[in-house]
């Protein structure tokens, strides 16, 4: 017998409609997505010589903009169906977001001709970097909003909490970004930890340049020698995402007892 629920039946036609649509989308981001990762280069128009067609152009800005609302869709998407596209959106569209946001954290480290963050340690980074551009941060904000819509969704971020320790640290180093991108990683990262704190703590504190407890409390040096070394760490300023780390780190200590998954 079928349930007379409207609820359900609403429900239900909501899921079949996400899976109607789920195709074209994922078909369109992975070609979008591929053909923005095979460029790698910061002309707006790039040219292309496509078989039995006269030479076309393409312009690498606009490809990021559509991408960027389909990301915004595949939020929306997220939102409606819950867990029911937990296994799509790991399978089909988290491996396109880290591929591009990891891009742009190597971007990032090559522009302050540094690398602070071990996931990238072993990527040889040259120091001349390209000024990114708008179309390129507006990409960067929707990856970063649309990983914040997954996690903050219970029963999306349940099925997906495995995917915590690798996207908390394709955000992280956004966290000292100012404007909308630097407020869309505090958030996400908010998501992530609401979800599982201990993946992303070690890095968080880290970044705050706070250090663990030690071991065995009772052996560690006079109360003297803690102060002084606090007041020497007192004559740096702490950078923005120094602050934004340790707010994370104080929010996770605010936080009531997980269960483990």
Known sequence: MQS??????????????????????QARLTALSTEI???????IVVVCQPRMRPPATIDVSTQRVFVSKLLELVAIMVKCAG???????????????SQMLGSFAEDLAASEGKNCFSLYND????KSAHPRQTSETSLIVSIVQCLASVFREPSCAEALAGLIPVAGALVLPFLGEKGELGIASVNALQSMLQVDADALLRPLVQLSAQSFPPP???LTSSNSEQERSGSEKDLFAPSLLQRRAKELVDFINGLPEQELF
Do not use: H, Y
């Not at 609820?7 to 074209?24: F, H, M, R």
């Not at 990762?37 to 002309?43: H, I, N, W």
């Not at 867990?83 to 977001?97: E, H, Q, T, V």
């Open 83 to 97: 867990g029911f596209i937990a296994s799509r959106f790991k399978n089909d569209i988290f491996p396109l977001m």
């Open 216 to 218: 065995k409390p009772w």
């Open 123 to 126: 990527a040889g980074f040259s």
């Open 37 to 43: 990762q095979s460029t790698r280069v910061r002309s």
């Open 4 to 25: 007379q629920d409207p609820e359900d039946k609403t429900g239900t036609a909501i899921l079949c409609q996400v899976s109607d649509a789920w195709p074209p989308i």
